[in-house]
């Protein structure tokens, strides 16, 4: 049997990669827009709160994606 089989594909250090020391997403809207845009948290969770307004007054959170944050669908959980 070959030895990999049953085991994750992910590797610790890959883990960890993904989540920080806080058990966050390391690929959240938060984290990109501070990382790739600059913002600081509080101003990154301000525009995905006017994000999620958006949302919940009809807007296709898909394009509230692209349009607001130029994100792919990857996101929209995060803002329903």
Request: no cysteine; glycine share 6%; aromatic share 8%.
């Amino acid at each position: 049997m070959p030895h990999n089989v049953g085991r994750s594909k992910w590797t610790n250090s890959t883990a960890s990669e993904l989540i920080n020391l806080k058990g966050e997403n390391m690929y959240s809207i938060k984290s990109v827009l501070m990382k790739r845009d600059g913002y600081t948290e509080t101003e990154a969770l301000e525009l995905i709160e006017e994000a999620r307004e958006l949302v919940a007054q009809g807007e296709n959170p898909e394009r509230v994606l692209r349009i607001e944050f130029g994100l792919e669908p990857d996101y929209v959980w995060e803002l329903l």
